[in-house]
């Protein structure tokens, strides 16, 4: 069982940046792929960006590449989401999401994502 607790979420104004963490609970961290999803009020959990083990591999959606940077620090078992340039679209709950390496490294669906924290806010104004 891996426990995910994600933080930094907050308002911010449009242009701004925001830095989301993610810590989690598991000694194995090294062995699960991560990844970063959001969901805005009325809409389906959208997948934002995604990283291997070992960090060598990331993956973007379109809208936020660019403007997003996903990394991890294994040694701290944790993993990062810089956010840049926000905008108002970008407002959601954000989730920290776990992949079982065992079932491949990469994924951008939500039922390939074994465990979940519970979310953090961002908020940009306009």
């Known amino acids: 069982q891996v426990t995910l607790v994600e933080s930094g979420g907050g308002l911010v104004q449009a242009g701004g940046s925001l830095r989301l963490s993610c810590a989690a609970s598991?000694?194995?961290?090294?062995?699960?792929?991560m990844a970063w999803f959001r969901q805005a009020p009325g809409k389906e959990r959208e997948f934002v960006a995604a990283i291997i083990l070992s960090g060598g591999g990331t993956y973007y959606l379109d809208s936020v590449k660019g403007r997003f940077t996903i990394s991890r620090d294994n040694a701290k078992n944790a993993v990062s989401l810089q956010m840049s340039s926000l905008i108002p679209e970008d407002t959601a709950v954000y989730y920290c999401a776990a992949r079982d390496s065992r079932r491949g490294y990469y994924a951008r669906l939500v039922r390939d994502y074994d465990y979940w924290g519970q979310g953090t806010q961002v908020t940009v104004s306009s």
């Open positions: 598991e000694r194995t961290f090294s062995t699960y792929a």
